[in-house]
């Protein structure tokens, strides 16, 4: 298995510009998460979907866009991109199978804004 | 509402010294607790939780966790560091069957030889 992929790895965009991002699960895990990490400032939730096609505000929402039109696919969208936005990116999975919901991680996607 | 927080944003022992690692957290509810761990350059990965039973439990490389609920506090030890558990470590607190967690701030360990 191979987890928890992100793709891409690494992006520099320029401010106003939009990009996608990809996360994909190949544990058939029902939920799925964005973070962002930011130095000195812990994980924050970006957005977070119990399933296919809902999705639902974490804490720092504004700014992004999510979709989850298959299950193990979450994509996460900047539709215009800022200086602030300037972070690590984490994607993560988890199953309700297990009742406690632990969660893996993907690599992660380092995004410049410029 | 649930709150998590790690005492220390830094951390340094010595090779094959203690190393101990501080979490408090609040919870509403009966709190189910994990230890994440994050090399540089990588993803987090779970050390050990807690969900219910045993107060004293154990993950990988050599790392446990003791639920105090009196303390609410969830202490991450092992007793002899080794350079290779240098990194950042992360508690996290949700509720039972709670699809979110909520993390703390983070604590980069550094062992030095």
């Known amino acids: 298995n191979a987890g928890v992929t992100q793709t891409p790895k690494f992006r520099v965009l320029k401010t106003g510009q939009s990009m996608t991002l990809l996360c994909a699960q190949d544990?058939?895990?029902?939920?799925m998460y964005w973070y962002r990490q930011d130095p000195g400032m812990g994980l924050r939730l970006i957005h977070y979907?119990?399933?296919?096609?809902?999705?639902a505000k974490g804490e720092v929402p504004d700014g992004y866009n999510v979709s989850r039109l298959k299950k193990q696919n979450f994509l996460l969208g900047l539709e215009s991109a800022a200086p602030s936005q300037t972070s690590v990116y984490f994607c993560?999975?988890?199953?309700?199978?297990?009742?406690?919901?632990?969660?893996?991680f993907g690599p992660g996607t380092r995004l410049t804004v410029t | 509402a649930q709150s998590v927080t790690q005492l220390g944003s830094h951390v340094s022992v010595s090779e094959g010294a203690l190393v101990l690692l501080r979490c408090n957290y609040s919870s509403s509810v009966p709190p189910y607790l994990f230890w994440y761990v994050q090399y540089p350059n990588q993803g987090l990965q779970l050390l050990l939780k807690?969900?219910?039973?045993?107060?004293l439990v154990k993950g990988i490389n050599g790392f446990e966790a003791e639920f105090k609920k009196s303390e609410t506090s969830f202490h991450l030890t092992k007793p002899s560091a080794h350079m290779s558990d240098a990194a950042e470590y992360f508690c996290?607190?949700?509720?039972?069957?709670?699809?979110?967690?909520?993390f703390g701030d983070g604590t980069t360990l550094t062992v030095k030889p």
């Open positions: 807690y969900t219910t039973g045993a107060t």
């Open positions: 544990m058939n895990h029902e939920y």
């Open positions: 996290a607190v949700s509720g039972p069957n709670a699809g979110k967690s909520t």
């Open positions: 993560a999975s988890s199953s309700r199978g297990t009742g406690s919901y632990e969660q893996y």
């Open positions: 979907s119990v399933g296919e096609g809902t999705t």
